[in-house]
Each structure stands twice: as C-alpha cells, then as structure tokens.
C-alpha cells in the first residue's frame, strides 16, 4: 500500500512540473520582448530628441541654420576645403559663444551673402579693439576677399561625416520629417503598448495550462 501511495504522489507531481516549465519558458518570452523594447527605445529616442529640437529649431529661427544643445548641422556644397571635408559631407560645428575669439588655423563657418562658408583662418587682425579674421579655403589660391567679424560668425568646425550631407537635406522634406520624427514616434508607442499586451496574453495562457494540467491530474 505505502508503494502504490508512493507512485501515485509522482504522478500527481509529474504534470506539475512539466507545466511550471511550460509556463517559465513563457514567462521568459514576455522578458525578452520588454528588453528588445527597452534596447529600440535607448536607440531611437536619442535620434527623435535630435531631429525634434532641430525641426523647433528651424521654426523658431528661420534665419539662422538649425541647431541642438550647442551644435549645428550642415551640407558641405563645395570642394573648396578638400581633402578635409568634401561635397556633400555633413559638417558638424559648435556654436560660437558670447566674446569668443579665434587664432590663426581654426576653421570657423560665417554667414556669406549666399548662405554660409567654411574656411580657415589665415591671418587674425583688428579694427578697433575687434578682431578681423582672414580666411581661406584649403584648396582655394587666394584668400576670401571678406574680412570676417564676430558678429558674422555661426561657429567652428569640430568633426564630419562622409557623404551624409544629403541625409541632412531630406529631414527637411515632409518625407524626411514623417520618416525621422513621426515614424520614431508611431514604434516608441508600439514598444510601450505592445510587449504589456503580449505579456498579459503568455500569462493567460500560463493560467489556462496550469488549469488544464491540474483538471488532467489523476485523482
């Protein structure tokens, strides 16, 4: 009799624990899902935040190239700085602050009467107490004919980036608005509504074979 007892408590046992393993590879799925959430929303909330304050940007001043936290985006559309930057590069420059003043060699972009340019500074004199810089583009002859003022100066240059100058001029299109900034927006909110919902549905399922294990144990 305490054999046959026996047996019977393992087979009671046996259905039980083959579901707590159903349910525990489930539950693992609803964890990997919420991570991969978590993961797109670290790589895609960044870029969202970037291109929103430079689209505000543009709006609030149209006058001015856009810019975030300091930093200003641009379309090289010339050769005149090669083989530093070329062509459609994108540059990135670092906005000029208040009183800021240049040495000879630091490439600065300022506003020219058909958009903005970056050159070189060649020469730094003064007018006055003010500084006047001279520039020159690195594969032009000749120096620019303008000396620049402070007040004309947008920034410096910092870094580049190889032929994504075009990237930067599609984001200014209704395309390029939808697909970086409205698209970003529609997949954060898949990521926050879609893995609960997901979630609640394994744990439904996790009950309902519980249930069904428990009504298929041998009384």
Not at 54 to 82: K, N, R, W
Not at 164 to 179: E, R
Request: charged share 25%; proline share 5%.
């Amino acid at each position: 009799m305490e054999t046959e007892k026996i047996e019977a408590e393992e087979i009671n046992e046996a259905p039980s624990e083959g579901g707590n393993t159903r349910a525990g590879r489930r539950l693992s799925w609803g964890s990997i899902l919420n991570i991969i959430g978590i993961v797109l929303c670290v790589l895609l909330l960044p870029g969202f935040l970037i291109f929103t304050t430079l689209l505000v940007s543009s709006f609030i001043h149209a006058d001015v190239p856009p810019s975030c936290l300091g930093y200003t985006p641009l379309m090289v559309e010339s050769g005149s700085m090669s083989p530093l930057f070329d062509e459609d590069d994108l540059l990135l420059i670092r906005n000029r602050k208040e009183g800021e003043e240049y040495d000879a060699g630091t490439i600065i972009c300022f506003r020219a009467e058909d958009g903005y340019v970056t050159h070189r500074i060649v020469e730094v004199t003064e007018d006055e107490g003010a500084p006047l810089y001279t520039t020159k583009g690195d594969a032009n002859n000749a120096n620019d004919t303008d000396r620049i003022t402070e007040d004309r100066i947008l920034g410096t240059y910092i870094t580049h980036f190889n032929g994504m100058g075009k990237a930067m001029l599609f984001i200014q299109t209704p395309m390029g608005m939808v697909v970086c900034v409205l698209l970003p927006i529609f997949i954060i909110y898949l990521l926050f509504t879609v893995p609960p919902h997901i979630s609640a549905l394994l744990k439904k399922r996790k009950r309902k074979a519980q249930a069904e294990d428990a009504g298929d144990a041998p009384d």
